[in-house]
């Protein structure tokens, strides 16, 4: 073996403490760069796997393609596969969806579900054009129920206008507009509210199906959209059809997917679907806020790690260099070349490299992967609709590569830096280590007052200190580096685990039972009457579900008022500001209230669960109202999302009755009615415009126009207000929230002449909430409202973002945890090694004489130096870096105020001083187990 | 024919008011196969001398000549092997690598060449040392005599053409220090070495061709011995 080989190795073992700490500060890093890319490649994969599960493998889907231009896309360079489902035809299958009277039956290709996702519940895929798999919403929502191998016969042909039936040619040259539309699963069923359809079934054709399998309800986003009148039936396609198409493509370079998306879309003219999620998560397409903040997060992450990791090793190497500088100059003045050196330094870093790295691939490797297993049940909940999809640990040799290539280069950069220092000064000065004691006289002048306060001790350690400012600093600078890891590591968790938790703050309640109105794209219509005796049924026969615990019925009528600028909060006249960039102009500024009714049962609940007293609540004449008032604003500039989540009302003003205004909307004079066209400012008075309605885009006409002063305007009202919510109810909805109980409902409605929009929603608690679902959906069938009534499962979303907020939490700590260790082992690394260095000037002062006490007292005024010097740098930089944490996290849109991190300044301020003294002692012990005329000697050899 | 041949050589540590010149303008030439002792009070800039020689410091201003050749005109790496086989350095302070062994540190001059060690060599020199016994033992294992004969055997394992040694007998007493200048003499007739050797011992002084005498930084006297 070459003698520097052996040198290095012997240096190796003879500095055991030294080599173990550097080795496990390679571990350490090694296996978080691995926990790191490990478990961003395999929540990467899941995404991937539950992206293609449920929106499919293609990249770009093209929406009621013409047969004729098919081949366009499909002969497309770019394309690599692709897969269709072609139309066959409608049919009605006497569904109780009046919306959804159809089967819809799509012809697909034998390998479709290579790349669309068809997922069955029973049964098989079909094998030929005689057979189909429904899915499962035709029996759940049109009550038409099939079974397995049951033979149905269906009339087969195309939607029609009704309009263009049977009629001549000079009929259909007059028709204009929408009627020209092909019929597809892109339109709606033609009816409107409570009258006859205006389209029908043409062309019609007997066709015979095997039910051979039922499937999930196609993805409303890419396959059935939810509007679409047709219950998916898929089949496999016939020869010969040439009706339009659905195309998915799989492009060869999907970050082109968008110019590619243009070309065709502008070539054939056809909507396009892009499988956005799909994108995202194998990183072709950063569009999306969170893959930006993702994104941004990970950068610091792993910035943070490269810091810590490259500091502690690179401390390790420069005193272990530093110390062996009288070794390099002996070597050199031997003969030993520059290279010979430097490769000695570099097979030193590779052999802590061999022993190292693959220890940290593996417990990185293997921590992770417990980390997941744990996690997987929570993940998967995270995700409930398609459970069969676990988290499975991806080993990815790439990973691998890449963590163990990011830590030998940080530890070879680590090694050479220092080392070519040391090769650099000529060898008598190594020799003497002349330039490591480099002082100067003015420098080594102590305060008297030093001496005075600590003692001879705290002189001799201050010009210590002084005179081998190197030296120090390295361990100062140690301290630093652990001090802005651990602050910056924690803020970034916190901040990480706010954002989670503000993302999933908003349910509150298990299950919602919503009346769908009239009008199925907005719900948000006054409801008709039947409705409102549907929903009113429903909530009478609950009681009768034993899987409910506890359920509550919220009626919501909402309205704009004007509130006056005192009473507005000062965050929300921030947020307009900050926005807008305006100030709130006029004096006052409307907000949407939403009045609550509630049966008083609920609301006396509602009231002991905040220790509000009942007084004022019930007064009939004059009740106060519940204010919930805290909204989500969302604001989208360009591709920036900023959210604000503000109160409209100033809290500090409740008690109190609230004045509001309304410009009356309509106003009638001789039998006239006069519509409000705004205010216009004449001779320094606001007046109120109103005319006869208008075209649309058309002003007033000064001939008929009329103006109004403020007083004729303007009706004012108090509300009055008593407490306002501390938790957000379950129920609300709107802006400002008044919440009253049922019983008050007719004279408030009659005081405030409520019209606004009216919504009835059963809010349901139950444990078992998946059981509770199925009863209710049952029961709507009972009472006959199948198909009206829409049954939402909030339950499984809050425990999805609950296991959300888990994972980001057990991931979160584990990084500060590990953060922690690598900055610990920094400190105690430097500072046992700076101690060891100084055997001879400790052994020379006991053998002159200083007591184990005075020596205690010098260590522990060299802690205090150490401990101050390093906070004093680190505090303000770790305040800057958690600010630019937080940057990052308000760039990408999520809202929130910043604070300084007092908690964890007051943790890194005692650790630092715990952690300085451990080692102190640990190396002084170390120190003093020699034997005094021992190290003298040996230093001197 | 001159080895050796130094041209105004100066030394000067430090600056302003800390300055100290440790060589002053120093000149002479020292022919093959010449022994010449080095005497001088202390602090007067041997050992910088020979440093300078040795090429493991650098002067402030002058040349040294070695067989002909600019011995700081070379660079970096010339120098390290002109270090390695042209010249052996015994320090003042034996200067020995901790963790190797006797053996390895005598030898680590030819093993940094990559070399094979004459075995036959080696332990004649190690005989000649009184190393007997002690191959495999560690620097902090042996007394300060011994350091030093390890540093000698050092520097001359490869034979080197100039042999430069401080005070190489500092901590010997009579016996041994007597073996160890006979050594020397033996090294410096056998293979005509040139030797250089600083000393505070008149005795030794006396065996030697030529006495240099170097006060404040300066050649005091230049005294070819006649026997
Ligand atoms: N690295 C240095 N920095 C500053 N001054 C130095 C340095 N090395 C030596 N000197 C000074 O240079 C002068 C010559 O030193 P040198 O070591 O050559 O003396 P010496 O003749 O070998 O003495 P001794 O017989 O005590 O070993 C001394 O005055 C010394 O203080
Ligand atoms: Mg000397």
């Known amino acids: 073996m070459n003698i520097f080989k052996q040198f290095t190795l012997r240096s190796l073992k003879e500095n055991k403490t030294r080599t173990l700490v550097t080795i496990i500060g390679i571990i350490l890093s090694v296996s978080m760069f691995t926990a790191t890319i490990e478990a961003f490649v395999t929540v990467q994969n899941y995404l991937i796997n539950y992206a293609e599960m449920y929106n499919g493998k293609f990249h770009v889907g093209f929406v009621d393609v013409e047969n004729d231009d098919v081949s366009k896309i499909t002969e497309d360079e770019r394309v690599e596969k692709y897969t269709y489902f072609q139309e066959i035809g409608y049919a009605e299958i006497g569904s109780s969806n009046e919306y959804k009277p159809y089967l819809y039956i799509a012809g697909i290709p034998s390998d479709f579900t290579d790349i669309m996702p068809i997922h069955l519940t029973e049964g098989r895929l079909p094998e030929n054009s005689n057979e189909i798999v429904v899915s499962e919403h035709l029996y759940t929502n049109s009550g038409v129920k099939l079974k397995i191998g049951q033979q149905i016969t269906l009339d087969v042909g195309d939607r029609q206008w009704i309009e263009l039936v049977d009629i001549s040619d000079e009929e259909y040259e007059a028709l204009e507009g929408d009627t020209w539309a092909k019929l597809t699963q892109e339109y709606p069923l033609r009816k409107a509210e409570g009258e006859e359809a205006t389209e029908k079934i043409v062309n019609t054709k007997q066709k015979t199906y095997t039910v051979v399998g039922f499937c999930l309800r196609p993805d409303e986003q890419y396959l059935e959209p939810y509007t679409a009148p047709g219950y998916t039936a898929y089949t496999i396609n016939e020869a010969g059809n040439t009706k339009h198409s659905n195309v998915y493509t799989i492009i060869s370079q999907p970050t082109d997917y968008s110019r590619f998306n243009l070309d065709i879309v502008r070539g054939i003219e056809v909507n396009s679907l892009i499988n956005h999620d799909l994108l995202t998560y194998s990183l072709q397409s950063f569009d999306s806020a969170f893959a930006g903040l993702a994104i941004g997060l990970l950068s610091i992450l792993i910035g943070l790690i490269v810091f810590g990791s490259v500091s502690l090793i690179y401390n390790t190497f420069s005193i272990s260099v530093s110390e062996r500088t009288k070794q390099f100059g002996i070597l050199k003045s031997v003969g030993a070349t520059k290279k010979q050196i430097r490769k000695s330094v570099l097979y030193e870093a590779a052999v802590l490299c061999v022993i190292g790295i693959p220890v940290g691939l593996i417990s990185g490797c293997l921590g992770i992967a417990v980390t997941f297993r744990f996690l997987s049940d929570s993940i998967s909940t995270f995700l409930a609709e398609l459970t069969d999809l676990k988290m499975q640990f991806v080993f990815s040799p790439l990973a691998l590569i890449a963590a163990s290539m990011i830590s030998f280069v940080t530890v070879i950069i680590s090694a050479y830096i220092p080392a070519r220092k040391a090769i650099k000064i000529n060898p008598i000065e190594s020799v003497r280590q002349s330039n490591e004691i480099k002082i100067k006289r003015r420098r080594v002048k102590v305060s008297p007052l030093t001496g005075k306060i600590f003692g001879f001790e705290a002189t001799l350690s201050s010009k210590n200190f002084k005179r081998n400012k190197r030296k120090y600093r390295t361990t100062v600078f140690s301290l630093f580096v652990s001090v802005v890891l651990f602050i910056s590591a924690s803020s970034l968790s916190t901040y990480f685990t706010d954002i989670v938790e503000a993302e999933s703050q908003d349910m509150n309640y298990d299950v919602l039972v919503r009346v769908y109105n009239n009008d199925i794209h907005s719900d948000d219509d006054g409801l008709s009457d039947e409705n409102k005796a549907l929903i009113n049924k429903l909530y009478n026969s609950l009681n009768s579900v034993d899987s409910i615990d506890e359920y509550t019925m919220a009626e919501a009528m909402g309205t704009e008022f004007m509130v006056d600028n005192e009473f507005i909060a000062d965050e929300y006249k921030k947020m307009l500001k900050a926005v807008y ?101 004449i001779n320094g008075e606001l007046l109120y415009k109103y005319d006869i309605p208008r075209d649309e885009g058309e002003d007033i006409d000064p001939s008929t126009a009329i103006y109004l002063s403020e007083e004729e305007a303007v009706t004012t009202a108090n509300i009055n207000i008593g407490n306002s919510l501390k938790e957000k109810p379950c129920f609300v909805t709107g802006q400002v929230n008044l919440i009253y109980p049922e019983s008050l409902k007719e004279s408030i409605c009659a005081e405030y002449e409520l019209d606004g929009y009216y919504q009835m929603r059963i809010y349901i608690f139950a444990d078992d909430h998946a059981k509770a679902v199925t009863d209710i959906e049952q029961l709507i069938k009972d009472i006959g409202a199948g198909g009206k009534m829409s049954v939402h499962d909030y339950a499984s979303e809050i425990e999805s973002t609950r296991a959300l907020v888990t994972i980001a939490k057990v991931l979160a700590y584990g990084f500060i945890v590990l953060i922690s260790m690598i900055a610990a082992a920094n400190v105690f690394n430097t500072i046992s ?3 060891s260095l100084r055997r001879r000037e400790i052994a020379t002062l006991k053998s002159v004489g200083l007591t184990s006490k005075g020596m205690a007292k010098m260590m522990t005024f060299e802690s205090l130096l150490y401990g101050l010097k390093s906070l004093m740098f680190s505090l303000p930089v770790s305040l800057g870096v958690t600010y630019l944490v937080y940057f990052v996290a308000r760039d990408s849109g999520y809202e929130m105020g910043f604070y300084v991190p007092w908690d964890k300044f007051i943790i890194a301020i005692l650790s630092v001083f715990i952690i300085v003294v451990l080692s102190m002692v640990y190396s002084i012990r170390k120190v003093n187990r020699e034997n005094t005329v021992e190290t003298l000697r040996n230093e001197n050899i | 024919m001159d080895i050796l041949k130094i041209e105004n050589l100066s030394k000067i540590y430090g600056e302003g008011e800390n300055q100290v010149k440790a060589l002053d303008n120093v000149s002479f030439s020292v022919p ?60 003042q302070f ?105 000393t505070h011992d008149e005795s030794i002084a006396l065996q030697a061709d030529r006495i240099i005498t170097i006060n404040d930084g300066k050649i005091e006297s230049d005294k070819l011995l006649q026997r």
């Open chain 1, 833 to 835: 090694t700076n101690i």
């Open chain 2, 94 to 198: 034996y200067n020995l690598i901790p963790v190797l062994n006797v053996t390895e540190n005598i030898t680590l001059p030819v093993l940094m060449d990559g070399k094979k060690v004459d075995k036959t060599y080696l332990e004649e020199l190690i005989g000649m040392l009184s190393l007997k016994g002690r191959e495999k033992h560690l620097p902090n294992e042996l007394s300060g005599g011994q350091q030093q004969r390890v540093s000698i055997g050092r520097a001359l394992i490869n034979n080197p053409a100039v042999m430069l040694a401080d005070e190489p007998t500092g901590n010997l007493d009579s016996k041994n220090s007597h073996e160890i200048v006979e050594l020397l003499k033996v090294s410096n007739k056998k293979y005509s070495q040139t030797l250089i050797v600083i």
């Open chain 2, 32 to 91: 093959k196969g010449q022994f010449v002792a080095i005497v001088g009070p202390s602090g007067s800039g041997k050992s910088t001398l020979l440093h300078i020689l040795g090429g493991v410091d650098k002067p402030t201003s002058g040349k040294v000549f070695l067989d002909g050749q600019d011995v700081y005109a070379q660079n970096e790496d010339q120098l390290a092997v002109f270090r390695r086989r042209q010249v052996g350095l015994v320090y």
């Open chain 1, 581 to 681: 960039s305006s100030e709130i102009a006029e004096s006052r500024d409307y907000g949407t209230f939403v009045y609550n009714f509630i049966d008083d049962a609920a609301f006396k609940r509602l009231l002991e669960k905040e220790g509000i007293s009942e007084k004022g609540y019930f007064d009939e004449n004059n009740p106060n109202a519940l204010v919930y008032d805290r909204t989500t604003h969302i604001f989208q500039t360009g591709e920036k999302e900023s959210v604000y989540s503000v109160p409209f009302l100033d809290k500090d003003k409740f008690p109190c009755a609230l004045p509001v205004s309304d410009i009356m909307y309509t106003f009638e004079k001789d039998g006239t009615e006069y519509y409000s066209f705004g205010t216009e400012e």
